[in-house]
Nanobody
Framework: QVQLVESGGGLVRPGGSLRLSCVASGSIYSINDMGWYRQAPGKQRDMVATITSGGSTNYEDSVKGRFTISRDNAKNTVYLQMNSLKPEDTAVYYC?????????????WGQGTQVTVSS
């Protein structure tokens, strides 16, 4: 009933920038918190940044000052602007959203988009 689709990943050189987008679609009543997580090979999936429906944000320490999360509630979309990228930012990035369908709230995940930072 609900789908999250990410886009914007790719290969970038150290110091470069990328902008990830994630669009939620389906029978959506409301969207609460949205966020971005990442998983590097052989590692667990970790939180990168989250944003509430009111716009309050939270960041993992290593991305503070370099990444910016934002959302467009009218478009059911969350963004992650990533600047000053480092090789250690290489991972699959997943979109996450708490979505209410009728009276049920479920945490949804996108399929992931690969970000590779390499020279």
């Amino acid at each position: 009933q609900v789908q999250l689709v990410e886009s914007g990943g790719g290969l970038v050189r150290p110091g470069g920038s990328l902008r990830l987008s994630c669009v939620a679609s389906g029978s959506i009543y409301s969207i609460n918190d949205m966020g971005w997580y990442r998983q590097a090979p052989g590692k667990q999936r970790d939180m990168v940044a989250t944003i509430t429906s009111g716009g309050s944000t939270n960041y993992e320490d290593s991305v503070k000052g370099r990444f910016t999360i934002s959302r467009d509630n009218a478009k059911n979309t969350v963004y992650l602007q990533m600047n000053s990228l480092k090789p250690e930012d290489t991972a699959v990035y997943y979109c996450n959203a708490e979505i209410t369908v009728r009276t049920v709230t479920i945490t949804n995940w996108g399929q992931g988009t690969q970000v590779t930072v390499s020279s």
